[in-house]
């Protein structure tokens, strides 16, 4: 049975195709995020890698985020609240929950018309990200 912890593509080669170093911090980064299988904000970030002994400096997340996201290893959802950060290697939307800021990931495929019909009657599309961004109350929030 295959480590589900372990991202599908090497990570170092991953960071290496974006041109990015291949630094400790960003794969432990990459591995936290793919492992958790949510949308983290950097304050959770790091503090998860200071659970697992190996903390870094906001700071250093912070850089280690962005430059993840500017080449697209990683994609950004913002709020409310806080940016919330993710891995996926499939396209997919996102919803989020206007009170609580939870993000969720929606599957694209099954949403081809309904983004199509979106587009159709506001001229609206998906961004350079290929994603649209849903707002409402999750479960917990809407009782």
């Known amino acids: 049975m295959p480590n589900e912890t372990v991202p599908p593509q ?6 290496r195709r974006h041109g990015l170093r291949c630094t400790a911090g960003r794969l432990r980064i990459m591995f936290l995020l793919r492992s958790s299988g949510q949308h983290l904000t950097p304050a ?14 906001s700071t ?10 500017a080449v697209g290893v990683l994609h950004a959802v913002p709020g409310p609240g806080p940016t919330r950060y993710g891995m ?16 969720a990931d929606l599957p694209s495929d099954p949403l081809a018309d309904a983004v ?26 809407g009782d």
């Open 60 to 69: 250093t997340v912070y850089r280690s985020l962005e430059a993840l996201t």
């Open 88 to 103: 996926s290697d499939e396209p997919h939307h996102h919803v989020a929950c206007q009170r609580c800021g939870h993000v």
């Open 44 to 57: 959770e970030i790091c503090t998860q890698l200071t659970r697992k002994g190996s903390g870094r400096h």
């Open 116 to 141: 199509a019909r979106i587009e159709q009657l506001t001229g609206l599309r998906p961004g350079t990200s290929g994603s649209l961004l849903l707002y409402g109350l999750c479960a917990a929030c």
């Open 10 to 15: 090497d990570p170092r080669a991953l960071l």
